[in-house]
T-cell receptor, first 115, second 112 residues
Framework: GAVVSQHPSRVICKSGTSVKIECRSL??????MFWYRQFPKQSLMLMAT?????????EQGVEKDKFLINHASLTLSTLTVTSAHPEDSSFYIC???????????FGPGTRLTVL | KQEVTQIPAALSVPEGENLVLNCSFT??????LQWFRQDPGKGLTSLLL?????REQTSGRLNASLDKSSGRSTLYIAASQPGDSATYLC???????????FGKGTKLSVIP
């Protein structure tokens, strides 16, 4: 397998603040990264796809100005939830695809709670 | 639009039993299918990946089959153990795309 890390694992913030979540591939270069959101007892819903060096592609219904994605390098992608509200509370998971590969490797997830 | 359905939503079995989890998808034009395991509050662990040209994959006590034409996959777990308790997710990617569409999962409980 491959190792993908996310930081932080858990964050609690006040409504109106911005939160940045990092996703790193520790042992491979990732050409494509995905960000998912998972609400309780629901499956993963794709939010956006990002390729290194280009703008992210957002899924329908996901506000790109609210969920800022930066794929800064082949090993790092960040998701910033701007002006977070309680309804943004969710489990955010990233995944990455190795250069030349097809399998997605998932990070451990970040639990965001907005008060 | 691809839709993935997993049945049952929850399953409880005694330790040692063999079991089958089911996954169906509406669009048979898939690139690959993956089975994942998710423990509560954790990320996903990839269990098996089946390419569209393959019929099955095996890893230890796990065997996954794929019938692309009928839009079905099964995950067979042999000799279940309490440590197998988790939610099992099925996901498919479309032709020419890495994007995965997930089912809602089957929550498995293996009773000692």
């Amino acid at each position: 397998g491959a190792v993908v890390s996310q930081h932080p694992s858990r964050v609690i913030c006040k409504s109106g603040t911005s939160v940045k979540i990092e996703c790193r591939s520790l042992d491979f270069q990732a050409t494509t990264m995905f960000w998912y959101r998972q609400f309780p007892k629901q499956s993963l819903m794709l939010m956006a796809t990002s390729n290194e060096g280009s703008k992210a592609t957002y899924e329908q219904g996901v506000e790109k100005d609210k969920f800022l994605i930066n794929h800064a390098s082949l090993t790092l992608s960040t998701l910033t939830v701007t002006s977070a509200h309680p309804e943004d509370s969710s489990f955010y998971i990233c995944s990455e695809v190795k250069r030349g590969g097809v399998e997605q490797f998932f990070g451990p997830g970040t639990r965001l709670t907005v008060l | 639009k691809q839709e993935v359905t997993q049945i049952p939503a929850a399953l409880s079995v005694p330790e040692g039993e063999n079991l089958v989890l089911n996954c169906s998808f509406t669009d048979s034009a898939i690139y690959n299918l993956q089975w994942f395991r998710q423990d509560p509050g954790k990320g996903l662990t990839s269990l098996l990946l089946i390419q569209s040209s393959q019929r099955e994959q095996t890893s230890g006590r796990l065997n996954a089959s794929l019938d692309k034409s009928s839009g079905r996959s099964t995950l067979y777990i042999a000799a279940s153990q309490p440590g197998d308790s988790a939610t099992y997710l099925c996901a498919v990617s479309g032709a020419g795309s890495y994007q995965l569409t997930f089912g809602k999962g089957t929550k498995l409980s293996v009773i000692p």
